[in-house]
């Protein structure tokens, strides 16, 4: 398995809003799938044509720095779960795990981590996956070490609704 972000945002795969360019994860499965391995897609990052920018945190120099806002406001959830959507059509049939975002209790989500908005992101996206391809396996919350209360209200606030298994990252 390889696992790859697949961001969203910049000069990443959507430059204009319903545009998408899979060219470079086009030739990274097929290349995958030459060798015999599946790839583990991180669905992840903002992008600047749905979402403001916002001051954060530097996690190394704790200074002050402008980033784009994770997904938190209605239109730029829904464009996120389009996104996602479109990424599991393109990709129907080939050997792919979607996970939703990297790490959301820590620094990558902006300003700074949030689980209700986190998690509405997560059940929007999982159900924007599902609606288009049922077969998909989607994981989540990705994320840093076993934070306990974040996973816990992960769970109650419903993030667990169109998941085929939960991830994280223990390192």
């Given at each position: 398995?390889?696992?790859?972000?697949?961001?969203?945002?910049?000069?990443?795969?959507?430059?204009?809003?319903?545009?998408?360019?899979?060219?470079?994860?086009?030739?990274?499965?097929?290349?995958?799938?030459?060798?015999?391995?599946?790839?583990?897609?991180?669905?992840?990052?903002?992008?600047?044509?749905?979402?403001?920018?916002?001051?954060?945190?530097?996690?190394?120099?704790?200074?002050?720095?402008r980033d784009t806002a994770s997904p938190?406001?209605?239109?730029?959830?829904?464009?996120?779960?389009?996104?996602?959507?479109?990424?599991?059509?393109?990709?129907?049939?080939?050997?792919?795990?979607?996970?939703?975002?990297?790490?959301?209790?820590?620094?990558?989500?902006?300003?700074?981590?949030d689980v209700a908005q986190y998690a509405?992101?997560?059940?929007?996206?999982?159900?924007?996956?599902?609606?288009?391809?049922?077969?998909?396996?989607?994981?989540?919350?990705?994320?840093?070490?076993?934070?306990?209360?974040?996973?816990?209200?992960?769970?109650?606030?419903?993030?667990?609704?169109?998941?085929?298994?939960?991830?994280?990252?223990?390192?």
């Open positions: 398995v390889a696992v790859r972000d697949v961001g969203a945002g910049g000069g990443g795969i959507e430059r204009q809003p319903g545009q998408y360019d899979w060219s470079a994860y086009d030739e990274l499965t097929a290349n995958l799938e030459r060798r015999g391995l599946s790839a583990i897609y991180i669905l992840d990052y903002s992008n600047p044509l749905y979402e403001e920018t916002v001051a954060s945190r530097n996690p190394i120099t704790g200074g002050e720095q938190q406001h209605p239109a730029s959830v829904a464009a996120f779960a389009r996104w996602a959507a479109a990424a599991a059509v393109h990709f129907r049939g080939r050997p792919v795990i979607w996970e939703i975002w990297n790490e959301p209790n820590i620094t990558f989500w902006k300003p700074k981590p509405e992101l997560a059940r929007a996206t999982g159900a924007a996956i599902r609606a288009v391809e049922p077969k998909a396996i989607i994981i989540a919350p990705a994320t840093s070490e076993v934070p306990v209360p974040f996973l816990e209200g992960f769970f109650r606030a419903g993030g667990l609704a169109s998941l085929d298994a939960v991830s994280i990252h223990p390192y």
